[in-house]
């Protein structure tokens, strides 16, 4: 008796041919995939922070870069014309990130955004100009009895930057665009570095002294075009206007204080 034929299992129909295009289509989907799960464990405030970061410190930070590997600024004079250029620069950056801080509901008093009181918040921004005068001296002491050499070489370097740089404002003229230009400088940069930028990172990573060093370094890095004298200075001025802003929490002693150092260092009143 003959053992019936065993009947054999159809062989496996072969893989579909991985094309280029399923190869694209495969990347793009992991790709999108590990996105929306990085971005579902990202806290918010981070994801804000990055924001912020790309529509205002990087492209900040570059044209600074740019700028000192060029190696001197364009001729510049104060005019309403720049100030038309630096606020249509600036402001929407501005309205950006105070929408951004606004949409995650923080408080404008955390912003450092109190109600003015004109008699305090000058008085403490003359206090304010006075500590940076004092670490201005200091660092130019400290780096004279470290290197004179070195502080020689820096201040030399950063000189050639400001070949460009405008003289003292002669007349009303000259004075008042001058004086508008450098006070949005200051409260823009203060609202920015110090205001949102410190005040968000503090809450994010839960301390006050690394988000200093952070925004300090930020703010350093965006003054390259300075020169290698400009970075170490905006450092140490970073530092000084971030305590002052911790500890008073108002931003227009900082932004008035800067705006006053700003327009005294830029246009020669002092060296």
């Not at 955004?113 to 003359?126: E, K, M, Q, S, Y």
């Amino acid at each position: 008796m003959t053992a019936p034929a065993t009947i054999q299992p159809a062989p496996p129909p072969p893989p579909p041919r991985r094309t280029l295009k399923w190869r694209k289509r495969r990347l793009w989907f992991v790709a999108e995939r590990s996105i929306k799960q990085l971005l579902h464990r990202m806290p918010p405030i981070s994801i804000e922070l990055a924001i912020v970061f790309l529509i205002y410190m990087v492209p900040h930070i570059i044209n600074s870069v740019f700028l000192f590997f060029q190696g001197q600024l364009p001729p510049s004079t104060h005019s309403w014309y720049s100030v038309y250029l630096l606020v249509m620069a600036k402001f929407p950056a501005l309205v950006a990130v105070a929408f951004i801080a606004a949409r995650a509901g923080v408080p404008r008093q955390r912003l450092g955004i109190a109600r003015p009181n004109i008699g305090i918040d000058l008085l403490g921004a003359a206090g304010a100009l006075c500590v940076i005068f004092a670490l201005h001296w200091l660092l130019r002491k400290f780096l004279l009895a470290a290197s004179p050499e070195l502080l020689l070489y820096l201040l030399r370097e950063s000189s050639t930057h400001f070949a460009n740089a405008p003289t003292p404002p002669a007349t009303i003229e000259i004075w008042l665009p001058t004086a508008i230009y450098y006070l949005f400088v200051g409260f823009s940069e203060e609202f920015l570095y110090r205001g949102y930028l410190l005040t968000r990172l503090r809450d994010w990573l839960g301390n006050r002294w690394l988000p200093l060093l952070i925004s300090s370094t930020a703010f350093a890095l965006s003054h390259l075009y300075q020169g290698y004298y400009g970075p170490v200075h905006s450092f140490v001025f970073g530092l000084a206007m971030g305590i002052i802003m911790m500890a008073t929490r108002r931003l227009y002693i900082v932004a008035f204080a800067h705006a006053a150092w700003d327009f005294l260092l830029f246009t020669g009143f002092i060296m």
